[in-house]
């Protein structure tokens, strides 16, 4: 899951994509430790008391949300993916959306 995940960061971040890894379970130390294992790049968040798991409705892991600029949930799929070509098509269409200006 990293390394797919970890691509996508690294062709879509200057679109606006932003990846925010979220760990419901391990304690700091074990993320610091698998984030430099994997060379990941994006932040990854701790989420202890499950309240980020809660307000996504994650249930397993990994789960991936897709929020728009506003914050509104857009979507989510569960499992590791392949994110060739139709995930790529996905966020270069949820990316182009123009962003709201204005009340």
Known sequence: ?????????????????????????????????????????????????GTAARAYGIRSTPTIVFVDRDGRLLGRTVGTRDWDPEGRTLLAALLARPVPTGP
Do not use: C, Y
């Not at 971040?13 to 993320?31: F, M, P």
């Open 1 to 49: 899951m990293p390394s797919s995940i970890e691509k996508l960061h690294r062709e879509f971040s200057h679109q606006g994509l932003r990846v925010w890894a979220v760990n419901l379970v391990e304690k700091r130390g074990q993320v610091e430790a698998w984030v430099r294992e994997k060379g990941v790049t994006f932040p990854v968040l701790l989420d202890p008391n």
